[in-house]
């Protein structure tokens, strides 16, 4: 079975295979890549990325179970990872993860309905001293109150933006237009 | 307030600082080409002098280590910038690596020079999104001006850089598990010996591992030797110390301080003291892997490797990672947070460490929902002594020493919540943890 994504994730797989001294290096960027275009781990992921590295299936699902990073199900469009490690915890890091649960209503890594979200509680995303935080898809939301997050939900909603990994730009904020860059000092 | 030199975050506020033209206007990649010209002998000489140890949490001296790598080695000698920063508590890498990438980078072109390596890596955790996208920016305006690739600034000797993304995996920044996930592997640390990478590290070839700000730090050691570095600080914790503070403090953030300053001072003066004007109940000053300093500790020590150390065996400078927290909170709450993070992190592979890290949270959750049982505060302490010293790597250690170090410092914290089930009256409790189950 041949599993054929996008020519930019073709040309993309490749250019990660010249760069490292070993080829098998290049799992994890291609685990990244396939996870963009498809939303999650799926089994044609993981041919596809087999035969790119050019392994056995079984050696690419080990390296993707082993990580939190890739979704071995699906997440919603906007993957909000709400921290819930000390620093965050004790400048309110409970009431973040209660408010999204109370807005969405699903547990944690279920999707909601409309297909739009899902959540989790993460451990520490080093942005501890601008806590409580989470992080939605590729993007850091700091010093949060449940007030805060409630309007960035509401305003992605509305804006539907990428926040994807390939969408982070020089610019912090730039996926939510306006929003305050995050000040770590 | 104390006046420390800034010798890693000089330039952080400058905004054109992570462009290449920026880095150069303020002296960049001055030193590499000086370097270039001596003999790689003589860096690792100065490295040595300067006294330089790890910032990554071991504290293990750097020049030593690169001495490590076998001499005349036919194999290739790697270099590998551990980013992976995932230590709780810890956030200073990503302050030079968002803001000062090419520090980071111009330090790793030192280190390269010095071990004989031609190809090396950084390996950043993959929540770093923004800080990747700034470093490997970074890494092409080196390869369009040459600075990196074949014959870098003209000289004969070539380097690649490539920067790799971890994908949350705290164990990853373990040095031997950092190799196998950047071998395309799951990240579980190596067995030892060999005890250090140098012998055997990337694909089997002799590897240098040093954290971001170890290396970041090399820039300015090269540039004004290792003398006048070791003349900053401690005489064994020399230079100066990034610290990632957070907690219950006025002003969070990362400071740059020279080793050796009193940490009560530090607290009160540059953190701005505690919030709402609180008192301190303790600081864990070098991230959850440690033990924690009570207040009366804190008083006492230093921001240095040997003071912090001399108080408790089992704390640590680690990797800076300053969490304080005020009188307010009880230490059931905080033991219980590490716990879960440990037993949430462990690899999988000890049955010490896998087992172990979940008998800890088990038993912490159930002092702290009420529930403890007499006996508990024991049975916490003997399984973290079954667990240190019976794991391949440090995790072990770091998943047992900071539980250990809130039953015998916090002893009343936990005496009180067991009083309290055993009586059957449960008191008012400030959770810290969000529980789903009890939610439902
Ligand atoms: C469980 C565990 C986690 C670690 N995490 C990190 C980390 O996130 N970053 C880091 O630089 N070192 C980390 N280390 C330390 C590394 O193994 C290694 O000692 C360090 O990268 C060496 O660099 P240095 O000598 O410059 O400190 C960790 C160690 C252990 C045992
Ligand atoms: S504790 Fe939340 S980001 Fe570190």
């Known amino acids: 079975m041949t599993v054929k994504l996008s020519a930019q994730a073709e040309t993309k797989v490749e250019e990660y295979k010249k760069l490292y001294p070993n080829v098998r290096s290049a799992i994890m960027p291609a685990l990244y890549i396939a996870q963009e275009e498809l939303g999650s781990i799926t089994a044609d992921a993981i041919t596809w990325v087999a035969e790119k590295i050019g392994i056995a299936p079984v050696q690419v699902m080990e390296v993707a179970t082993f990580y939190t990073m890739y979704y071995k199900k699906p997440v919603g469009k906007y993957h909000v990872q709400v921290c819930r490690t000390l620093s965050c915890a004790l400048m309110g890091g409970r009431a973040i993860t209660e408010c999204v649960k109370k807005r969405l209503g699903t547990a944690p890594h279920e999707v909601s309905p409309d297909g739009q979200w899902s959540y989790e509680e993460v451990e520490c995303l080093g942005s501890c001293g601008t806590g409580p935080m989470c992080q939605i898809n590729d993007h ?43 000040e770590v000092i | 307030m104390g006046q420390h030199r800034q010798i890693l975050l000089k330039n952080v506020h400058c905004t054109d600082q992570h462009t290449i033209a920026g880095y150069e206007s303020r002296g960049g990649y001055s030193v590499i080409r000086k370097v270039l010209n001596m003999e790689p002998a003589k860096v690792t000489e100065e490295v040595i002098k300067s006294g330089l140890r790890g910032r990554g949490g071991a504290g293990f001296p750097t020049g030593k280590k690169w001495t490590f790598i076998p001499k005349g080695t036919d194999k290739p000698v790697y270099l590998v910038n551990n980013a992976d920063e995932s230590e709780p508590g810890t956030f200073k890498d990503r302050v030079l690596l968002e803001r000062d990438p090419h520090l980071c980078i111009e330090g790793m072109m030192i280190c390269a020079f010095a071990v004989g390596a031609r190809f090396a890596c950084i390996y950043i955790r993959g929540e770093y999104a923004y800080p990747y996208q700034r470093v490997r920016q970074a890494i ?137 004007g609180r008192k301190l109940k303790g600081v864990m000053p070098g991230g959850s892997s440690f033990a924690i300093l009570t207040a009366e500790e804190v008083a006492k020590a230093t921001l240095d490797y040997e003071s912090i150390s001399g108080l408790d065996r089992t704390a640590h400078l680690g990797s800076g990672g300053f969490m304080v927290v005020d009188d307010h909170t009880d230490i059931v709450e905080v033991a219980l947070n590490f716990a879960h993070f440990y037993a949430h992190e462990s690899c999988g592979q000890c049955t010490p460490c896998r087992e172990g890290g979940h008998w800890v949270q088990k038993i912490i959750q159930r002092i702290a929902r009420g529930e403890g049982l007499a006996g508990d505060i024991e049975l916490i302490d003997s399984i973290c002594s079954q667990v240190q010293g019976h794991t391949i790597c440090a995790f072990g250690e770091a998943l047992s020493w900071p539980a250990q170090a809130f039953i015998r410092k916090f002893p009343a914290d936990f005496k009180a919540r067991i009083r309290e089930a055993m009586e059957g009256r449960v008191q008012h409790r400030v959770p810290l943890n969000y529980e789903f189950q009890a939610a439902h």
């Open chain 1, 140 to 182: 850091f939301f700091e010093n949060l109150t449940p007030e805060k997050l409630l309007q960035i939900m509401d305003r992605i909603e509305k804006e539907q933006p990428d926040l994807r990994f390939s969408a982070v730009r020089d610019a912090l904020g730039e996926g939510l237009k306006g929003y305050p860059k995050s």
């Open chain 2, 140 to 276: 092409r305006e080196c390869y369009a001006k040459d600075y990196l690739g074949k014959n870098i600034f003209g000289s004969n000797v070539s380097l690649d850089l490539v920067i790799h993304r971890g994908a949350g995996a705290y164990i990853c920044g373990e040095e031997t598990a950092l190799l196998e996930s950047l071998e395309g592997k799951k990240g579980q640390p190596r067995l030892k010996p060999p005890f250090f990478p140098a012998i055997r590290g990337l694909y089997d070839s002799p590897t240098v591992v040093n954290n971001t700000e170890t290396l970041a730090a090399l820039v300015w050691i090269l540039e004004n030797g290792g003398e006048a570095y070791a003349q900053i600080g401690t005489a064994k914790s020399t230079g100066t110390k990034l610290f990632s503070v957070s907690g219950h403090v006025n002003k969070p953030g990362v400071y740059e301080v020279e080793m050796g300053y009193p940490m009560m001072q530090f607290l009160e003066e540059e953190c701005g003291g505690i919030r709402e």
